[in-house]
């Protein structure tokens, strides 16, 4: 299996809070991405990351921002969290942008 | 932009039943395709790939072959089994464009001893 972690597993907080999820990786892969998963929308894109410093906005990218100031570490943050942000989050990486993606076990956000 | 459709589920089988799950794909030039299986409370987890026309994907007793013809890459068991069950994805990797990776809705198989 591939070495990625995400942190945490499991958060419920309420609304109007900052949220931030972690995705650590050793496999030293140069992309990085965060994707959401809801029941009837299958898993949509968030941002993604192509190298240090380096990110992308992808289809959902509203009301989340993301940092990467290492190789190793891709970080989720919601500034203000909405009840529409409940959802199960998934981090996966890549060593290229046309190699297969590798997902993490995924982190189940609950805002009430 | 480029996409992919599977067959709506839930499917249902008994164990040792023939399986299809069927994917088309929409797409400039001829993208890689990959089948992704999700078992409950986990992550996706890679099952097969093909790079190219005609190229047969196979792992775990599962197979898929890329047929540009008809755009197509149907995920095929001979015998399924109960540990089958899961949510199954299919993907590909445009050749161009802004999105990484491009996934179908997913089919949830159900097998029953």
């Known amino acids: 299996d591939a070495g990625i972690t995400q942190s945490p597993r499991h958060k419920v907080t309420e609304t109007g809070t900052p949220v931030t999820l972690r995705c650590h990786q050793t496999?030293?892969?140069?992309?990085m991405y965060w994707y959401r998963q809801d029941p009837g929308h299958g898993l949509r894109l968030i941002h993604y990351?192509?190298?240090?410093?380096?990110?992308d906005k992808g289809e959902v990218s509203d009301g989340y921002s993301v940092s990467r100031s290492k190789t190793e570490d891709f970080l989720l943050t919601l500034e203000s969290a909405t009840s529409s942000q409940t959802s199960v989050y998934f981090c996966a990486i890549s060593d290229g942008r046309d190699q297969p993606q590798h997902f993490g076990d995924g982190t189940r956000l609950s805002i009430l | 932009g480029d996409s992919v459709t599977q067959m709506e589920g839930p499917v249902t089988l008994s164990e040792e039943a023939f399986l299809t799950i069927n994917c088309t794909y929409t797409a400039t030039g001829y993208p890689s395709l990959f089948w992704y299986v999700q078992y409950p409370g986990e992550g996706l987890q890679l099952l097969l790939k093909?790079?190219?026309?005609?190229d047969k994907g196979s792992n775990k007793g599962f197979e898929a072959t890329y047929r540009k013809e008809t755009t197509s890459f149907h995920l095929e068991k001979g015998s399924v089994q109960v540990s089958d069950s899961a949510v199954y994805f299919c993907a590909l990797i445009p050749r161009s464009g802004n999105t990484p990776l491009v996934f179908g809705k997913g089919t949830r198989l159900s097998v029953i001893a």
């Open positions: 496999e030293n892969h140069r992309y």
């Open positions: 990351s192509y190298g240090v410093k380096d990110t």
């Open positions: 093909a790079t190219k026309a005609d």
